[in-house]
């Protein structure tokens, strides 16, 4: 890697924290450039480094990448966490995009208006319970991965036989959905095994630790910084 990664963006969660997450389960180390005035935004627009006026930014190995997709799947081709050919890469893709789909409600929670905020949770969780977590449970059950404890799972990971992206993003969604809804995934007795298994590597004990560049739940000064960095009105 030619210099340092450094990601620009707000402090807080949002697009940016799979990002962090990926980063660190592939031992990288970050600097961060968080945003929190109008001017800095403009700035990196005049400069043109953002190429669709928009954050994430991250640079590395000499480039200025932007659009979270990309920026994931570079990462992720670069530190092999993304299969190992065109098939492999295209169920992790599935995997991961179903992942994003759900995330991205979550996201969007902070900026909606208070009245609008239980039905919207109402939502995420149907769509989580009958949607989303039931094609992870589904696909770890026939690796095995049920056998609770037991070393008989054909492989421990979502994808072949080694450790990826759709993994990563797998466990940090579940992490998401039980700080709103602890015992959702009471239900889904293997991907709570699955969450287990991954909690241990050591790269996502360190992220997981007090301290670690991990990002807490935003919360209203998040929201209003990114009100303020892109001169939006609420």
């Not at 697009?15 to 997450?21: F, G, L, P, Q, Y």
């Amino acid at each position: 890697m030619s210099g340092k990664v450094v990601l620009t963006y707000f402090n807080g969660r949002g697009k940016m924290e799979s990002i962090r997450w990926l980063l660190a389960v592939a031992g990288v180390e970050f600097e961060e450039v968080n945003m929190t005035k109008h001017e800095e935004y403009v700035k990196l627009l005049s400069d043109g480094a953002l190429m669709f006026e928009q954050v994430p930014l991250v640079e590395i190995d000499g480039m200025k990448l932007v659009q979270t997709k990309a920026i994931l799947n570079y990462i992720a081709g670069k530190y092999n966490l993304y299969g190992n050919d065109l098939k492999e890469r295209v169920m992790i893709d599935m995997y991961s995009e179903g992942v994003r789909d759900l995330m991205e409600m979550i996201m969007m929670l902070p900026f909606i208006s208070p009245d609008a905020k239980k039905t919207k949770l109402e939502d995420i969780e149907r769509k989580a319970t009958s949607r989303y977590i039931p094609v992870f449970e589904k696909v770890l059950h026939a690796l095995g991965l049920g056998q609770l404890g037991r070393a008989l799972a054909s492989s421990q990971y979502l994808v072949g036989y080694q450790l990826s992206c759709a993994d990563v993003q797998l466990l940090e969604i579940t992490l998401m959905l039980e700080e709103k809804f602890p015992t959702i995934l009471s239900k889904f007795p293997v991907v709570k095994v699955f969450q287990g298994r991954m909690k241990s590597l050591p790269a996502i004990q360190k992220f997981l630790q007090p301290g670690s560049k991990r990002k807490p739940q935003p919360d209203d000064l998040y929201v209003k910084t990114v009100y303020e960095v892109f001169n939006f009105k609420h």
